[in-house]
């Protein structure tokens, strides 16, 4: 074992706590090094001194602060001259090695000649059994896993070399010619996943890289535990460790694998962030930014490191991405999360319970039960399982909506574009759509853009999700919204199955109605915020009040009606319970966040009824029947029939017979006859939107949603009086079960009838884009029957249709379009042109209208089929000047932002725990 020359380097930097003992350790090896020399990158507290005292002034060099742990080797290196069998043993000033742990690491290398890497099992400085690393490996997106338990001690069960996709640059025996051929450390990479990328880089150089566990050193892991402070970099620890740890995977991946890496990476980092925020930790959300933003918008960095590591890259990673942490470990980091968020705890770093190392064969399968097991418990979760069969039946029931070009029809116009569209539309202050408009954009496209970037910036996915998804989601959040008012499990899934499958929400999916499924899934959360919100406990009751605020704005600016109904229920619980301060500050939110939209309202009151979307008059059924109301049918296309939830309203009936519980009987028949007359006296008014266009009756289908939400928790809250019955036994046993199956009569016949009859209304996923191929890029007028709509370059975006048009411009169109389909041209073809209107579309033209366009000189005939007409106007059009932009639009816009994520902050939740006030209600 003498043979191979050992060159011994220890990097100090401020760690005279630790140095002495690792001088000791290092000078004191069975099998001592050869040369052993020191670098101290500018020290303050003396361990230069130390150095040279133990190795000699003339083996220690000195740097400045600012050098990294790759430099300072470098520097070193490059002062020695180098041996034909020479080995690098990289050590910390905070890491002492065994006795025997370098004999051990040179006794693995002669086994293997393949090793040009080897590390030791390293163990914590303070308790020298416990673990810290075994070897390390990483996900896709970077995440550091060191396959150990937290707080696992070492009793030899793992014992042997194994090959691992890195070692710790604290005790790395590395060959001086591999480490030359590599390029050694990237100097870039000043602390933290430095080593990480060494390793890689050999890997694909074809060596192995090799934890020796009978070599084991003592790590105090000073830098990553804040015990001293970082100079080499003027990043932030934490900032630092994530902006390498995606930097080095996205150099070392191939291009394919690098792609889904970025996409895993931002939206991790999205959501990570979003954790933070919520939690209360803003400087983890800022570094969270920050580092991705770091990697992001300096492409060139990634672009020469990706060139520098191109060879062997693509060849050594078929072997390299069996050492990447298994991919359902990210399952496992996803629930710790969550987890630890909902415990109060803040999104914490999951400790890396997946093994980092590749076993032999006979041991792999002790890694898949891990897994499964894990899997395996989440998926029979009763929430969960609700969940999937939900998603089930809404995709077999809307088979003939999925998989089209173009999702639209109904009030929802054809999504497209991206979120960037969306984005710029909500933000630019004059629309030059249709006629312009310098009006707000509605607040709810804020809202759907913000998920379409999450869902990679696909419009269609993200409505898709928000819509055709409404019911599935609207289950899991009725299950998870009340079950602190709920503590029965089973009487929480009959109330999200029920919930989910109403008739509204069937309703508002065939007729395309956006506003109505997001407000559908957001109801039984504020539900259970509202009982929050009555709390006992003022900072529960607090945040309560702040996160009911934040959620119904969003509820508000898809439709505004349920702002007026929540704000009725709002002022009665004031009155009966006194929570002045929490119920006013939710209240108050929504107004606040959305005032510059909601200011139009004033004018038009009554568009206070009216959703997000179009509004036509073929959607609301003229002449609806009362029973339809009294069984929560709101009319329109894609309902069930009537006794579909006949088995709803006689539970519910049944429920009075109850002499307990009087008090939730009557707050639940409350709530509902409430709802009941919102939705008449809605279904009864008239309402014009903003944008003009026809006179449509308001849907009550957000009504009618109140009202069955008030009789579903009423019913479950009284659900354990069945039990009580079933279980006295004789005829009381036989009204419990029959009364049970009447109940889950509801959910079972509605989705039974859904998966039957499918998605049947206006929907569908193959609308026709209403913007002519020969119009495009110019202002057109397009007519449809005895309705006219003005297109401007392109398909309109969502909520585009919905902006207010000057009165006297809407008036002029409908006169000229009246006079074009008359036979009478000149003055109206003049009156378009002066609007910068170049195009006149008609939608299935009849033979006399036709007639008409054609007998016009004014008019040139492009185009016609059966489907639709196309003539330009001869006269050219009048160029139209966009208003002056209003100077507080943009302060107003970040004034907006800040709210919004202050409202964020102040409603971040704490520890989950059952109400007391709710669990005796409910008893």
């Known amino acids: 074992m003498s043979a191979p020359l050992v060159t011994a380097i220890v990097v100090a930097h401020d760690g005279a706590r630790w140095l002495g003992e690792t001088l000791g350790a290092v000078l004191g090896q069975s099998r001592p090094a050869d040369r052993v020399v020191g670098a101290d990158n500018g020290s303050r507290d003396g361990s230069a001194d130390l150095l040279e005292r ?26 020695l001259e180098a041996a034909e069998d020479e080995w690098i043993w990289l050590l910390h000033d905070d890491c002492a090695p065994d006795p025997h742990a370098l004999l051990h690491l040179l006794m693995a290398a002669e086994r293997d000649p393949k090793a040009a890497v080897l590390g030791p099992k390293l163990r914590d400085w303070m308790d020298r059994k416990l673990l810290v690393e075994v070897g390390v490996t990483v996900d896709r997106s970077g995440r550091r896993d060191t396959g150990l338990e937290a707080r696992e001690y070492d ?40 080593d990480l990328d060494l390793c890689w880089r050999v890997r694909n150089a074809g060596h192995r890289v090799v934890n020796v566990r009978r070599a084991v050193a003592y790590h105090a892991e000073a830098a990553a535990r804040r015990r001293r402070r970082i100079t080499a970099s003027g990043d932030h620890p934490r900032r630092l460790d994530r902006r390498n740890a995606m930097f080095v995977v996205m150099a070392n991946l191939p291009f394919t694998a690098m ?25 983890n959300a800022y570094d969270e930014v920050a580092a991705l933003g770091s990697v992001l918008l300096h492409p060139g960095r990634l672009i020469k490191a990706r060139r520098a590591r191109k060879h062997g890259r693509k060849q050594g990673y078929f072997a390299i991405k069996k050492l990447l942490t298994p991919r359902g470990a990210a399952y496992r980091r996803l629930s710790d999360l969550v987890q630890g968020f909902l415990a109060g705890e803040g999104p914490v ?32 979760r009763p929430g969960v399982l609700l969940t999937l069969a939900l998603t089930v ?90 079950r602190t008012i709920i503590p029965a499990v089973p009487a929480r899934i009959w109330l999200a199955a029920s919930y989910a499958l109403l008739p509204v929400a069937t309703g508002a999916i065939a007729a395309g109605r956006l506003g109505t499924a997001v407000v559908f899934v957001l109801l039984p959360v504020y539900a259970g915020l509202g009982v929050q919100l009555l709390s006992a406990e003022p900072r529960r009751a607090r945040r309560a009040g702040w996160g009911l605020g934040l959620l119904l704005a969003v509820g508000t600016a898809f439709a505004p009606l349920v702002y007026v109904l929540l704000a009725v229920l709002g002022v009665l619980a004031m009155i009966a319970f006194g929570r002045v301060r929490q119920l006013a500050t939710a209240l108050a939110v929504p107004p606040v966040l959305l005032y510059p939209w909601l200011r139009g309202f004033a004018d038009h009151p009554g568009q206070l009824l009216l959703e997000a979307g179009l509004h036509r008059s073929s959607l609301i059924d003229p002449a609806l029947p009362p029973h339809a109301l009294l069984t929560f049918s709101p009319g329109g296309p894609g309902l069930p029939p009537f006794w579909v939830t006949a088995g709803l309203i006689a539970t519910a009936l049944a429920a009075l017979l109850f002499r307990r519980q009087r008090m939730i009987v009557a707050i639940g028949w409350g709530v509902a006859v409430y709802g009941v007359l919102a939705a008449i006296l809605v279904s009864r008014v008239t309402v014009t939107s903003a944008a003009g266009g026809e006179a449509a009756r308001a849907w009550p289908g957000i009504p009618l949603a109140f009202a069955a939400t008030g009789l579903l928790v009423l019913v479950a809250l009284t659900a354990h009086r069945l039990a009580e019955l079933r279980a006295a036994g004789g005829l009381r046993r036989l009204v419990a079960v029959v ?38 890029g110019s202002r057109t007028l397009l007519l449809r029957g005895d309705s006219f709509t003005v297109l401007h370059r392109r398909t309109p975006l969502l909520g585009e249709a919905e902006l207010p048009v000057p009165r006297q411009a809407r008036d002029q169109v409908a006169r000229a379009a009246a006079g074009l389909v008359a036979g009478r041209g000149g003055t109206d073809a003049a009156t378009l042109a002066a609007l910068g ?10 033979p006399e209208v036709t007639s008409a366009l054609d007998s016009q000189p004014q008019l040139t005939h492009l185009s016609l089929t059966e489907g639709e007409g196309v003539w330009r106007l001869v006269e050219p059009p009048a160029r139209v ?36 006030l709710v669990v005796a209600v409910a008893r």
């Open 259 to 283: 792609l889904w890496a970025l996409v895993r990476n931002v939206l991790g980092s999205m959501m990570a962030t979003l954790l933070f925020v919520v939690a209360k930790q803003p400087a």
């Open 739 to 776: 009364a049970v199956a009447v109940a889950f009569s509801t959910p079972v016949l509605a989705a039974g009838f859904w998966i039957a009859s499918g998605t049947r209304g206006p929907l569908s996923g193959s609308t026709p884009d209403p913007m002519p191929a020969l119009a495009e």
């Open 393 to 482: 039946v809404a995709l077999v029931a809307e088979r003939d909506v999925l998989g089209g070009p173009l999702l639209g029809g109904g009030a929802l116009v054809p999504v497209v574009g991206q979120a960037a569209d969306l984005w710029r539309f909500y933000l630019e202050g004059f629309h030059d759509t249709g006629l312009g408009s310098s009006a707000w954009a509605p607040p709810y496209v804020a809202v759907v853009a913000a998920v379409s970037t999450l869902f990679l910036g696909e419009t269609w996915l993200g409505v898709s999700v928000l819509l055709l998804g409404s019911v599935p989601l609207a289950g899991a959040s009725a299950y998870l919204a009340t």
């Open 349 to 380: 770093e999951s400790a890396g319970r997946h093994h980092a190392v590749v076993a032999p064969p006979s041991e792999e399968d002790d890694l898949i039960p891990d897994d499964a097991g894990f899997l395996r418990r989440f998926l029979s």
């Open 837 to 846: 209107i170049t195009h006149v579309a008609v939608v299935r033209p009849a």
């Open 155 to 194: 009793q030899g069960q793992y014992d042997g070399d194994r090959d691992v996709l890195s070692v710790s640059s604290a005790g790395m025996l590395v060959r001086r010619d591999v480490w030359e051929r590599v390029g050694g450390i990237d100097p870039s990479l000043e602390l933290f996943r430095d």
């Open 881 to 916: 000047k966009a208003p002056p932009e209003d100077p507080l639009r943009v302060p107003m816009l970040w004034a907006q932002a800040a709210l919004t994520a202050l409202v964020l902050v102040l409603a971040a939740p704490g520890a989950r725990t059952a109400d007391p």
């Open 54 to 79: 133990a190795l000699g002034a003339g083996n220690v060099l000195r740097l400045s602060r600012s050098t990294g742990f790759g430099a300072a080797v470098a520097e070193v290196l490059g002062k």
